[in-house]
């Protein structure tokens, strides 16, 4: 790589020479986008996925999962969504759905979850993407609302869909927990799920 030169004067003579490009000054490091905690379910599985304690310092937050199950029915399974632990019918939720074949779409209004989907069903050990999106959450004169992106391959055959939810609650978001929809019991090895906080000025 050929060196970059910062000049202190009007003339070429007078550089001095760096192996980098920043030449001397700070990285930017945007700050709108955080890190907040990320979990990757290591041997065994897990029954479910909580992230606790999440600080209300952001305007909105983002998840990103890369996740299989050990559901053996069908290539793909979904997660249900929890916040603040609450398991009542608070949540409201549809679903567009497609597989390259049909398409189809789900909907319920009074339900103990938020239905995020789509990911693998270990019986094409298959894993899904998800980025689901949860806004205002922790702002506390308004209901919460979710959207999900997600998908599964599984070598011909599998799904992707269109999720949207709300949560009918003013509480900020301070938890989030994940199980699984269906007949699976067991969040595979190596699922990753990684939370984001986004600031917005």
């Known amino acids: 790589m050929a060196p970059v030169y910062k000049l202190s004067t009007s003339r070429l003579s007078s550089r001095t020479s760096y192996s980098s490009m920043l030449a001397g000054n700070a ?3 945007p700050t709108s986008f955080e890190s907040i905690a990320t979990v990757t379910v290591g041997s065994g599985g897990a029954s479910n996925v909580e992230f606790t304690s999440i600080p209300n310092t952001y305007t909105h937050l983002q ?3 890369f996740a299989d199950t050990n559901r053996t029915s069908a290539t793909v399974a979904s997660f249900n969504m929890q916040f603040n632990s609450d ?11 497609g597989n390259g074949t049909n398409i189809g779409v789900s909907t319920s209004s009074n339900a103990s979850y ?7 069903g ?3 050990n298959t894993f899904g993407s998800l980025v689901v999106d949860i806004l205002d959450y922790a702002n506390t004169n308004k209901y919460k609302t979710i ?4 998908g599964c391959d599984a070598n011909g055959s599998g799904e992707v869909s269109f999720n949207s939810g709300s949560w ?10 994940f199980t699984i929809n269906y007949d699976a ?8 799920f990684a939370l984001y906080g986004i600031k917005v000025a």
């Open 147 to 150: 959207k999900n992106l997600g």
């Open 114 to 120: 938020c239905l995020l989907s789509r990911v693998g």
């Open 27 to 29: 990285a930017f490091l």
């Open 122 to 124: 270990s019986a094409t």
């Open 185 to 192: 019991t067991l969040i595979t090895q190596y699922s990753s």
């Open 63 to 65: 998840l990103r999962i």
């Open 87 to 97: 398991t009542s019918a608070n949540y409201s939720w549809h679903e567009l759905y």
């Open 168 to 177: 009918r609650s003013t509480s900020a978001i301070s938890s989030i927990k």
